[in-house]
């Protein structure tokens, strides 16, 4: 058992309730690339005692650029398993359900029920409308970043929020994927979007701080622009 | 003539004039115009932000306006 002194440098900041709290949280990883591998990370240090890690695919070399989980020998092998075994290195006290499963409109209900908060680290636009449709049906708030080379954005959709369509426009007409086919994805604008999108996790779970609700955070790292913005 | 800040985001920042972010427009110029001024194809400017608050292309532009415009973004 490793616990003793894990959560001490937290406790100035998050107290033992709000601690006792995290450890009694479930929170779901929808993808585990360079967003899903720096967020998973995150939560098991921070604390989150369950968490459901999805991924369908495999790494390849394109991935070593960006995704904390991908190292050279692990190619060809399961991004949901690398998660696994890299979470339980982390933290071997929390609980983690690893799927190795490409989410689509059939199965995302039954992956994310039972969770408290949905994570959405995915790459394309299509699916993550989707997951929006999962989540209200589940009545799970989601926590959405997205990015491109070096901009990024998160905002934060509740149930009964309109969500993605007042970020990309009415499903049919929502370009997918967007421009990061472009831009490609960098690795620190990748863990800066990831490290917003724990921290709104943390909040949500917590009910405690600002939280992006109807409003859209946007960084440009070339231009050290972080503005958030009203969606309504 | 009035002046706005301006504002773009990943792909279009690249249709950004040269004055920068001080940019300088007509009077009575609709976002919808100015997407056109500027030789930005219509479809991939997905969200504009006027002032911090999200607004459609048919916002007629004031004085001082922050402007930014954003194309969709969605990798992970």
């Known amino acids: 058992m490793v616990n003793q002194g894990r959560y001490d440098r937290n406790l100035s900041t998050i107290s033992h309730e709000e601690q006792a709290l995290l450890a009694r949280s479930h929170v779901a990883v929808i993808g585990l690339g360079g967003l899903g591998g720096g967020v998973c990370e995150m939560l098991a240090r921070t604390g989150v005692g ?3 890690l999805v991924d369908g695919d495999i790494f390849d070399t394109t991935n070593l650029n960006r995704q904390l989980l991908s190292r050279e020998e692990n190619i060809g092998g399961s991004k949901a398993r690398a998660a696994k075994e890299r979470i339980f290195a982390v933290n071997s006290t929390i609980q983690i359900n690893a799927l190795q499963a490409y989410a689509d409109e059939t199965n995302f209900y039954g992956m994310i ?3 408290d908060v949905v994570v959405d680290c995915l790459d394309t636009i299509d699916t993550r409308f989707l997951l929006q449709e999962s989540a209200q049906r589940a009545g799970l708030p989601i926590v959405s970043g997205a990015i491109a080379g070096v901009c990024g954005q998160v905002t934060v959709i509740f149930p ?5 369509e007042l970020i990309y426009g009415k499903k049919k007409q929502a370009h997918s994927p967007g421009v990061e086919t472009q831009t490609g994805n960098i690795s620190y604008c990748a863990l800066f979007i990831a490290s917003l999108q724990a921290s709104e996790c943390i909040k949500v779970l917590l009910k405690r701080g600002d939280i992006l609700r109807n409003k859209l955070l946007i960084a440009d790292l070339w231009s050290n622009s972080f503005e958030v913005m009203d969606l309504l | 003539m009035i002046q706005i800040d301006l ?3 990943v792909t ?4 950004l004039p ?10 009575e110029t609709s976002v919808n115009d100015l997407i056109k001024d500027l030789g930005i194809p219509p479809d991939i400017v997905k969200l504009i932000f006027i002032n911090g608050k999200k607004k459609d292309g048919n916002y007629c532009i004031q004085h001082k306006d922050r402007v930014g415009m954003f194309p969709p973004v969605g990798g992970g």
Not at chain 1, 160 to 164: A, I, L, V
């Open chain 2, 18 to 27: 040269a004055g920068g972010q001080a940019h300088e427009i007509k009077e």
């Open chain 1, 160 to 164: 009964q929020d309109s969500g993605y």
């Open chain 1, 113 to 115: 029920q039972g969770a």
């Open chain 2, 12 to 15: 279009l920042a690249k249709y």
């Open chain 1, 50 to 52: 369950t968490l459901t």
């Open chain 2, 7 to 9: 504002k773009l985001f």
